[in-house]
């Protein structure tokens, strides 16, 4: 278990496929888009690279609980920037060390070119265990 | 905490995940009470309790589905209306595994841990589950930079 930790390649979890939006897109299509998917994030992509993410603890940080108005304000005035990002290849530990230390309950995975193409949860972390465990 | 990680394990209770005390609101609580507590605390979960017992358990989740982009008056709302009834518990003696069961089954992040007379102590999560398993994998995982190296890729991604 140890070993294959951190041998395994991320994008072996299957990743999700994420869903993006731009920054000036009204955050309340994002509040629907989280809400119909069961995305708990959405991507703030610019001319298709990542530059940004919005949780549903942005949501209740920056919106609800400052009676912010969804449907007036954009993306971009609440999108968390720079997120944490990984390439496909690289290991399920880089996405626990991120997780554990970095506090973060998703990553997302992008290409070379910085354009986003999955999102693993703590959930997919968690269920790569149980299943390497034979729960 | 330095062995490879077994089974077994898993079987050790939830309190040695060092759960943490829990948000709590009385039920009636207005909404917005609650709402600046999870803010407040960046907690993703609060527990409504009726005399000192819990009756229900209201996620940041919660919030984002039936809360945001809603007309709800956060002052006159009160938590009862939006929480989950009847939430999945456990005590500190309850395993790990069994834990874990719980998170897959009920698609759930946040269990409530209480005592017997069911009294909200604590709150254990996917991601004190997840720390665990860290903790045995600590050279592995914790020593890591945050990013992998990428020697030359970096800029070519104009990151």
């Known amino acids: ?135 | 905490m330095q062995h490879e990680i077994h089974l077994s394990d898993f079987n050790e209770p939830i309190g040695v995940l060092e759960p943490v005390r829990p948000l709590c609101v009385e039920v009636g609580s207005p909404l917005r009470a609650a709402i600046d507590m999870l803010d407040e605390e960046n907690y993703g979960c609060v527990v409504v309790v009726r005399k000192k017992k819990i009756i229900g358990i209201l996620t940041e989740h919660d919030i984002l589905t039936k809360v945001a982009g809603q007309s709800v008056d956060l002052d006159r709302a009160t938590v009862d209306a939006f929480m989950t009834r009847h939430p999945v518990c456990m005590t500190v003696c309850d395993s790990i595994k069994d834990a874990i069961k719980a998170f897959r089954q009920h698609n759930i992040r946040h269990i409530p841990i209480v005592d017997k007379r069911n009294h909200p102590v604590g709150y254990t999560s996917v991601r004190g589950v997840i720390d665990f398993v860290v903790s045995y994998f600590s050279e592995e995982v914790l020593n890591l930079p945050p990013k992998p190296m990428r020697v030359g890729m970096e800029e070519e991604a104009g990151a």
Request: negative net charge; glycine residues 6%.
């Open chain 1, 1 to 135: 278990m140890n070993a294959s930790l951190v041998t395994t390649n991320i994008g072996s979890l299957n990743p999700k496929k994420p869903v993006c939006m731009r920054p000036s897109a009204p955050v309340l299509d994002a509040i629907k888009v989280m809400r119909d998917t069961k995305n708990g994030c959405v991507l703030v992509t610019e001319d298709e690279r990542l530059v940004g993410v919005v949780t549903e603890r942005d949501i209740l940080r920056k919106v609800v609980s400052k009676d912010v108005d969804p449907a007036t304000t954009q993306l971009r005035s609440i999108m968390s920037m720079d997120p944490n990002y990984l390439y496909d290849d690289d290991s399920v530990a880089f996405a626990l060390n991120q997780m554990s230390a970095g506090g973060s309950r998703k990553v997302t995975i992008t290409d070379t070119d910085g354009r986003p193409t999955g999102v693993v949860t703590i959930e997919d972390i968690l269920d790569y265990v149980i299943e390497k465990l034979n729960f």
